[in-house]
């Protein structure tokens, strides 16, 4: 009875196990119809009979256990913020120091060999051959049944051969002596074995490492990212840059570009000599305000007649090249290292800009595209002076088709603002003297000295005059000025610090005019200490001035 217990006890659980949990949730029999328990429920919906209204209201608890089973799920995980623009560019670049390396590395910037020329002389060779092999073929019925019958003889004492070896004896000995002569013949044949040694030998030499691939240059500075120049992160941006850092569209772009490099010889084309006649259509001169170098375009010098003719004529090819020279020029002023400026500011004066004639236009679409392709994001800015009433017309007509992008490198000037938008661009001092500026070509009488830029507004109506002081006796003092603006009167005298001293006029009260050809320059040798004074007299104008001049003293 003692193992009978036992059994009952292990069994006992058994099925109690299934309805541990719910059991005890549930209400117990007893309960009122209005709140049946679970179980029941759910057995009266898998049978399918009709539950009552008040049913649907009984099933909400267990929704709501749903519901804290719902909750008790972990929280799904926040999603990542949005990527930054400047992190996007950074996942940019690094994919496109990958694909500019595999680039290399499938030669894909050399260019491909020219199409090997046409093979003429087989083809010749050939036809004869053929005509030789017709004139073989048997030319009638009658000759082709001839040799059908000889062929049928020649089968006949062929086979009759063949039979008659089989009945004499001696025939196994003549074959043990041939297979005896054939083996010594089989047995020097050692050819297999080398030839299967060569063949395991050539992919040892296959296995040895491979050399890696030649680098590909721009402007001196190595494409692969694995040679750690940081110029060189400078150069793929600018192509990303370009082309909105869709990786794609910048390693074709930069293809293209390093291919025609090559066809166009551009790395050799600052040692060549091009003439001197299309120097006055362009020029470097100085830097702005952010150290990039500044490149003058001037146009009206084609109102020659000679140069027209040459630039939009027979000439056209030697002018673009000319003018990628003078780009390659202000490429090798540029550093391009991540923390310098790396790009030029381009000033295009249009005053006297020829009618933009078709072929005009032509020539100079031809240079636009160049520079465009081939040297990407290396122009901050491109500032238009000068700019007559028809090229502002064809600039509203343009403004529809460019980007924002290309929009914001774009300043536009009317004449006689030209003065005003560069300084703002540029210092006074670097400005040529042609465009209102104090710059002056191959000058040294500033280089070097300690000789600040001083702007003087000078309202309507008003007066002002500016003090140079010379301290010692015998000294000279020079001095620019500069008006920007419309004409003001001006004039300069020197008065000794000695008191009964004698002033001495210098210049005498005159009108300037801000389309003065030159800034006006000027010195003057003090015999004793004493001061330079500048008279600026705004008094007759109804418009604000502005006058900037610099000097300085040097000690006899």
């Not at 002081?469 to 005298?493: H, M, P, Q, R």
Request: aromatic share 6%; net charge negative.
């Amino acid at each position: 009875m003692a193992a009978e217990d036992v059994t009952e006890v292990t069994k006992s659980p058994e099925p109690v196990a299934p309805a541990e949990e719910p059991v005890k949730e549930s209400s117990p029999p007893e309960a009122p119809a209005p709140a049946p328990p679970a179980p029941a429920g759910e057995a009266v919906a898998k049978e399918g009979e009709e539950a009552p209204a008040k049913e649907g209201g009984e099933e909400a608890p267990a929704k709501e256990e749903g519901g804290d089973v719902a909750a008790a799920k972990p929280a799904a995980p926040p999603k990542p913020p949005k990527p930054t623009k400047e992190e996007l560019e950074k996942k940019a670049l690094e994919e496109f120091k990958l694909k500019v390396a595999e680039a290399i590395k499938a030669n894909a910037f050399v260019p491909p060999p020219p199409p090997p020329p046409p093979k003429e002389e087989p083809a010749k060779e050939e036809e004869p051959k053929e005509g030789v092999a017709k004139e073989e073929e048997p030319k009638d019925a009658a000759a082709a049944a001839t040799t059908e019958v000889a062929e049928t003889k020649k089968l006949d004492e062929e086979a009759a051969e063949e039979k008659a070896p089989e009945e004499p004896a001696p025939a196994p000995a003549a074959v043990e002596s041939s297979e005896k002569a054939v083996e010594p013949a089989v047995e020097p044949v050692a050819a297999p074995p080398a030839a299967e040694e060569k063949i395991e030998e050539e992919p040892k030499a296959a296995e040895e490492p491979e050399t890696p691939p030649e680098d590909v240059f721009l402007w001196g500075i190595p494409l692969l990212h694995t040679e750690g120049d940081e110029r060189t992160d400078v150069i793929l941006g600018k192509f990303l840059k370009a082309r909105d850092f869709k990786v794609s569209q910048a390693l074709a772009m930069l293809k293209n570009c390093v291919l025609w490099r090559k066809s166009f010889k551009a790395d050799e084309i600052l040692d060549e000599e091009l003439g001197a006649d299309f120097d006055g259509m362009a020029f470097m001169f100085g830097e702005d305000k952010e150290g990039h170098p500044v490149c003058y375009n001037v146009f009206g010098v084609l109102q020659d007649k000679d140069l027209y003719s040459k630039v939009f004529g027979d000439d056209a090819a030697r002018f673009l090249r000319w003018r990628v020279q003078l780009q390659e020029k202000g490429v090798k002023m540029l550093k391009l290292e991540p923390s310098t400026p790396n790009a030029l500011l381009q000033v295009i004066d249009l005053k006297n800009a020829p009618w933009p004639a078709k072929k005009v236009r032509s020539v100079l679409l031809k240079a636009i595209s160049l520079l465009q392709d081939n040297y990407p994001e290396l122009v901050i800015k491109n500032v238009f002076i000068n700019v007559p009433w028809y090229y502002s017309a064809v600039f509203s007509l343009l403004s529809p088709f460019l980007t924002q992008h290309q929009k914001n490198k774009f300043v536009v000037t009317r004449l006689g603002k030209s003065t005003e938008a560069l300084f703002k661009l540029i210092s006074p001092e670097k400005v040529p003297i042609q465009y209102g500026g104090l710059g002056r070509a191959g000058d040294d009488e500033f280089s070097g000295a300690d000789a600040p830029v001083t702007e003087l507004p000078i309202k309507a109506g008003e007066k002002k005059t500016v003090e140079l002081a010379v301290t010692t006796g015998g000294s000279s003092i020079t001095w620019d000025l500069v008006v920007v603006g419309s004409e003001v009167s001006y004039g300069a005298e020197f008065q000794p610090d000695q008191e009964g001293g004698y002033t001495t006029i210098i210049e005498k009260t005159k009108k300037i005019s801000a389309q003065l050809e030159e800034p006006i320059r000027n010195s003057f040798k003090a015999s004793e200490p004493g001061k330079v004074v500048l008279s600026i007299d705004n008094s007759l104008s109804k418009k604000k001035k502005s006058v900037v001049y610099r000097h300085i003293v040097k000690a006899a």
